[in-house]
């Protein structure tokens, strides 16, 4: 996936036709994207892409924000995608990757998605099982950072493979690593070492769906 400096960078060539009379600057994007001056320098130094501001700005522009994520001409970012594929949006859903997290307001949008990354999630005709969420937490780095989207495939909770899977408990909504034991139990995993190992009953557990990709690939 591309920096957000290259994000930034392909975000200037897509609007500046906007500003004929001159030359775009960061604080330009900035404005565009409603992210403080401030809050930007920080992500662009830290390379933190702000992937919900990204997706207002490509809705307006009828753009699939994986145009953006990864490296296509400055061409097609212009003209609107011509094929692209839906998945619902909780956007208002907070799995963690530290302590629990959840919203129950279950509203939700529709994410466009182009074909390349379709096919990553499995093709097409698991989309109807797929859905997006958000990250919260740092338990889960480098796997998965605060803010990330994910994408939950609801019928894949077998674990006999192990996984990242997003799971309910009565602490919340979660992210974790999971691996099956040989007394039956799980191992609760989180990729950041800081983090302890937890140890649960499966009935203890409620196996939401196997996360099978992020904007930038699952580990």
Request: hydrophobic share 35%; aromatic share 10%; proline share 3%.
């Amino acid at each position: 996936m591309k920096t957000f400096s290259d994000i930034v960078e392909t975000i200037k060539d897509i609007v500046s036709s906007e500003f004929p009379e001159k030359k775009v600057f960061d604080k330009d994007v900035a404005e565009l994207l409603d992210i403080s001056q401030m809050n930007f320098a920080t992500m662009k130094k830290r390379n933190k892409i702000p992937f919900n501001e990204l997706l207002d700005f490509c809705a307006k522009r009828s753009i699939a924000i994986n145009w953006l994520l990864y490296n296509q001409s400055p061409e097609s970012l212009i003209e609107p995608t011509n094929r692209f594929y839906m998945v619902r949006y909780f956007s208002s859903v907070n799995a963690s990757a530290g302590g629990g997290a959840e919203n129950d307001e279950l509203s939700y949008e529709p994410l466009m998605l182009e074909e390349n990354f379709v096919v990553s999630l499995g093709g097409d005709k698991e989309l109807r099982h797929i859905e997006a969420i958000n990250v919260s937490g740092d338990s889960m780095e480098p796997s998965f950072s605060y803010n990330d989207i994910v994408f939950v495939n609801r019928s894949k909770t077998d674990l006999s493979r192990g996984g990242i899977f997003t799971i309910r408990t009565e602490h919340g909504l979660f992210i974790k690593r999971l691996q099956v034991r040989i007394d039956g139990k799980l191992d609760i995993i989180s990729d950041n070492k800081d983090y302890p190992t937890y140890v649960a009953r499966q009935d203890e557990v409620e196996i939401i769906g196997r996360v099978v990709g992020r904007f930038g690939g699952v580990e």
